[in-house]
């Protein structure tokens, strides 16, 4: 009887194991930026659909980040892609995320843009505190 020696194909499966684990980490899906940091709670989210946030960078480019995807956007395209998310979902909730070096007036108006594209639920994202000044340390 004719067997089949699998031992090839398990060297192969852990080669790929390995090359994968080596490179996932390396994948940068969203946009690196520095977000302010704040004592405040985490939302609840409400709904199990996908999570939609806008990213302001230091320098003012906007990107929207679907998924885990980050793609740069306009201004005017992220009105008009953010209203036909609307459409099909008037209840999205939006995260939108500022650098630290961003000023207020670009991370306004990307609050703005989404106000008229018709999202009604906006939070803003900030990184938890630093150990030192959550314990009183300075």
Request: charged share 15%; hydrophobic share 45%.
């Amino acid at each position: 009887m004719a067997e089949i020696n699998v031992v090839p194909y398990i060297d192969v499966m852990l080669v790929l194991l390995i090359i994968f684990m080596i490179t996932a980490p390396l994948l940068n899906l969203g946009v690196e930026i520095e977000l302010p940091e704040s004592a405040a709670e985490p939302l609840e989210t409400e709904s199990s659909e996908s999570v939609v946030m806008v990213t302001v960078t230091g320098n003012g480019d906007l990107y929207l980040n679907i998924d885990g995807k980050a793609e740069l956007i306009d201004s005017q395209s992220l009105q008009t892609t953010m209203a036909a998310f609307v459409r099909r979902n008037p209840q999205l909730e939006v995260l939108v995320g500022g650098d630290r070096n961003a000023s207020y007036g670009q991370v306004y108006q990307a609050m703005v843009t989404l106000q008229q594209a018709g999202v009604r639920k906006v939070g803003l994202m900030s990184d938890p505190p630093a150990e030192d000044q959550a314990s009183g340390g300075g």
